[in-house]
């Protein structure tokens, strides 16, 4: 059974996709049924070029033409695979809860090591008093 990977998951015949992207979408086709952005549709097989053909949009075979004006195939018209999504998420999205409190219990202070023992303890001095006036 062919199967393309879509965004970490695995997508086979019977495999539910959302439609995304229209940009230029079969433009020099005018009698092409398009999907719907936003909508979720069933893969119901795959183009020579790993694209979709979905149960819920069927057209008709189409005579391609290349830029000669010849012949170049005749089959129903797909969608490319980056067009789509897969419908279930590969992972549920969890809500975390962030709680900030507003006194500080301790600061990390490490003084340079150039300066002298005396005004490091300075340093520290003024650095316990800020984190004093901080939690008033």
Known sequence: MKTVILKGQEITIGSQVRFV?????????KDVIKPVVGQVY???G???LNGFFLE????VEINWINDQGELD???????????FEPAQPLRKKKIVRIEILP?????????????SKEKARQEI???????QSINR
């Open 46 to 48: 795959f183009t020579i």
């Open 42 to 44: 069933t893969v119901r």
């Open 125 to 131: 001095i003024q650095h316990e008093k800020r984190i």
């Open 56 to 59: 819920e949009v069927k057209n």
């Open 103 to 115: 006194q500080v219990d301790e600061i990390l202070y490490i003084p340079e090591k150039k300066k």
């Open 21 to 29: 992207d229209d940009r230029k979408l079969y433009l020099e086709c």
């Open 73 to 83: 195939d005749v089959a129903e018209p797909g969608f490319a695979a980056w067009r």
